[in-house]
């Protein structure tokens, strides 16, 4: 991948003159995130590998009592996720306000090493949790603000691909250290710790200080007033949170789809574990390259159009001649899903709402998604019991495909609308 | 600070990261690898001295060269010495006929499968399993195989945990899939809820077996028909159950306290009069199936608090005030050979 990477994001703001062939630089600031993401993805992924058989094999519990207590904490991340955003505006300091969600994940970590019994680990892993729901936000507002509009989506590209990177080979560093140290667990948990550490070092030593408000040029008019909750309610946001709220609500879990193709058989049930693996490389490869194309044919396009490959990956799962090719199909298509929507609605979001509202706007935008597919998760489950799952796919696939449809005539008011520099 | 300053903190900070992590790898791994190639503690005997009377199967869990290995002990005499099989199991279930092992198969990408043993200890059918396993067991003639795995809902944006249960004919044969599709049935009345996940099967004979049922926040203690494919609820508030030998009783976990944390004690149902004993002075916080000793005797393992990966196994009467007693150390998953 050829990345070239400049000093200044500032330099940024004039649009390439050295023709179509050049690739636009990636800021310095989408890389300095992307590695801080990456490390810390190692750390969470490695962790998350392990510790069902950690808590199997060393805790002695049943992962049913952990998940249990899990499910409690889900509807509190959505909420710290605004919060986060709200913190970030308000004191116009991105940087320390992500720095506070790495933070509290990295310290999460120690406590881990200690933990003993479900509740413990349950609570460090929610911890865990909102450390990220803090973060997330703030962080994709550095990259908006660091990077010139045009370029948006390959930037943000660029940062999703190095943090599934991260989330691909945290299982394989767990898995491996396993292998060297037979049941090393806490070697595991140890390594994970030092690969956050490193992360949360990472932003807070050479991560630029960013800022929406303070940076923005003389030229672009008088320092943009305080962040007020009414930025939210921005014309042209309303219209993004509507249609990934309606598609939301038709994305469920990846983890019905690969019951799915579980359920017929025709995969040997051993790669179960590994569907995911799949599924984070085809989204690594296509990241950049599905970002580059939002850039040029229109960012809420990409972002609606997207939504097909879940179509296809729903259908791909309940193929009834299920094969390996089908597998490799179902895995790939949710793959580009991810790239063609994950960064892509952080590149709108932060766009559609004024500068001093930026993270508070992708916050909203990613919470909006979030909860929408939990409610999809949910009502899903009935139909699958009800239906069985072809049926059940099938039924969704027919959903999401009129959804895209009513959605597609939103697209050129999104992509059409006013950016905020 | 000037950004020098800075580059040369950052870089001494993963200098230091990098030393101190990687001391610590090495040093647990010596540890640990000098620990394993050390013969077991245990007093040993030849499996021939065993496997011809009553006996107990476990797996070994002493942090040895034998570590996670099937062994047996005779039942007359579960602490004396023990005799290993060389074959290793998560989870062992055994009948004279022969055993089901649900084994992980550590690597860089860790699968997980089910093989089934004859009685000389060699593989006689081998099938994948989804997840991580939990609960294996075989119905009395050995004919049958129940198998519970954790399914981990490793996906890109979501965490949290569901049961994988199944029931095949050992060796390979017919399969009646994920209990999952049986129809429930909640007090007399036919119910699909979407959260059910069901564990620990325990067979009565070749088509009825018990398990659990746990949906909407509590769980059920289910009768299973495999030719109608039914599940019917029998009792709320138990978890993992185990048919006593002569087919009376019911063993099983409850959660004492619901409201909190989850702390499972062994309660016995009694089939015939529904009359339920908890046993108070039991365990207190395990996790296991139970397994029956005799009518009256129960049997189960105990990971032990300051030693991670060390379990033992201990048995209680089943009487309210029965206290545990220590059985078999350094073992994990019994289970009972009477013939």
Same mark, same amino acid.
């Given at each position: 991948m050829y990345i070239t990477v400049r000093?200044?994001? /500032? !330099?940024?703001?004039?649009? !390439?003159? !050295? %023709?179509?062939t050049a690739r636009p630089p990636v800021g310095r600031v989408v890389i300095l995130l992307g590695l801080v993401s990456l490390l810390t993805d190692v750390s969470s992924e490695s962790v998350s590998a392990i510790l069902p058989l950690y808590l199997t094999v060393v805790v002695g519990l049943s992962p049913v009592a952990y998940g249990l207590i899990d499910g409690l904490y889900q509807g509190v991340s959505a909420l710290v996720r605004l919060g986060g955003g709200w913190l970030s505006d308000a004191s116009d300091r991105p940087k320390w306000v992500a720095f506070l969600g790495y933070g509290l994940s990295a310290i999460a970590r120690v406590f881990l090493l200690f933990a003993t019994g479900a509740a413990g680990i349950a609570a460090v892993v929610t911890a865990d949790r909102i450390g990220k729901g803090i973060r997330t936000a703030p962080r994709d507002a550095m990259i908006s603000t660091a990077t010139p509009s045009e370029h948006l989506g390959r930037a943000f590209g660029v940062h999703r691909m190095l943090d599934t990177i991260g989330a691909a080979l945290g299982p394989l560093i767990a898995f491996g250290l396993l292998l060297l140290v037979p049941d090393g667990y806490s070697v595991v948990l140890v390594v994970s710790l030092a690969f956050a550490l490193a992360g949360v070092a990472l932003l807070g030593l050479l991560g630029p200080d960013v800022r929406s408000r303070r940076d923005r040029s003389p030229q672009a008019g008088p320092t943009p007033p305080p962040f007020r909750w009414r930025d939210l309610t921005d014309r042209r946001l309303r219209p993004l949170l509507v249609i990934s709220g309606v598609l939301g609500l038709l994305t469920v879990g990846d983890g019905f789809i690969y019951l799915a193709l579980l359920?017929? %058989? /025709?995969?040997?049930?051993?790669?179960f574990p590994l569907f995911y693996v799949g599924t984070n490389l085809a989204y690594l490869l296509l990241a950049v390259p599905i970002g580059q194309l939002a850039d040029r044919i229109g960012r809420a396009r990409i972002l609606v159009v997207g939504h097909l490959a879940l179509v296809g990956a729903y259908l791909c799962s309940v193929l009834p001649t299920s094969t390996a090719a089908a597998t490799a199909g179902t895995l790939l298509l949710l793959g580009t899903f991810y790239a063609a929507t994950d960064g892509v609605i952080a590149a709108i979001a932060g766009r559609l709402v004024p500068v001093q509202a930026r993270t508070s706007g992708i916050a909203a935008a990613q919470t909006v998604v979030a909860v929408a597919r939990m409610l999809a998760s949910a009502g899903f489950g009935l139909l699958w019991f009800l239906l069985g799952p072809a049926a059940a796919m099938g039924t969704v696939a027919a959903l999401l495909v009129v959804a895209v449809l009513v959605a597609a005539t939103r697209i050129s008011r999104l992509d059409g609308a006013e950016v905020t520099p | 600070m000037s950004t020098r300053a800075r580059v040369v903190s950052f870089v001494a900070i993963v200098v230091v990261l990098v030393v101190s992590a990687g001391v610590y790898v090495l040093r647990e791994g010596t540890e640990v690898r000098a620990e394993r190639a050390a013969d077991p503690a245990a007093p040993q005997a030849p499996v021939a001295a065993i496997e011809d009377g009553p006996r107990i199967v476990f797996r070994h869990t002493g942090l040895d060269n034998e570590y996670g290995v099937v062994a047996m002990v005779p039942l007359d005499d579960p602490g004396g010495p023990r005799a290993f099989t060389g074959v290793s199991c998560d989870r062992v279930a055994a009948r004279s006929t022969g055993a089901s092992c649900l084994v992980t198969d550590t690597g860089i990408a860790t699968t997980y499968e089910a093989d089934e043993l004859g009685p000389d200890w060699e593989p006689v059918d081998t099938s994948g399993l989804p997840g991580i396993p939990s609960r294996t067991r075989l119905s009395p003639d050995g004919s049958l195989v129940a198998t519970t795995v954790f399914v981990?809902?490793?996906s890109y944006m979501s965490t949290g945990f569901s049961t994988a249960t199944e029931v095949h004919e050992f060796g390979g044969g017919k399969r009646w899939g994920n209990l999952e599709k049986f129809q429930l049935v909640i007090d007399g009345e036919a119910v699909n809820p979407v959260d059910r996940n069901i564990w620990g099967v325990t067979f009565v004979d070749d088509r009825t077996f018990y398990a659990t049922v746990g949906t909407g926040g509590t769980t059920w203690l289910v009768e299973g028909d495999l030719a109608a494919r039914t599940l019917t609820s029998v009792? +709320?508030?138990?978890?993992c159950p185990s048919l006593s030998p002569d087919g009376s009783k019911v063993a099983f976990k409850v959660d004492v306290d619901p409201s909190r944390r989850i702390v499972w004690q062994i309660a016995v149902l009694d089939l015939a009069t529904g009359e339920r004993t908890l046993l108070a002075k039991g365990p207190r916080g395990l996790d296991d199936q139970v397994e029956w000793l005799d009518d009256d005797t129960l049997l189960y393992g105990m990971p032990r608090a300051d030693d991670a990966g060390v379990t033992d196994v201990w048995s209680v009467d089943t009487t309210a005030d029965a206290e545990p007693q220590l059985l078999i +150390?350094?073992?994990?998953s019994p289970t009972v050979v009477r013939d």
């Open positions: 000093d200044r994001p /500032g !330099s940024d703001q004039e649009p !390439s003159a !050295s %023709g179509t359920d017929h %058989g /025709g995969v040997n049930v051993s790669w | 981990s809902g490793h009792s +709320e508030h138990a978890e +150390e350094q073992a994990w």
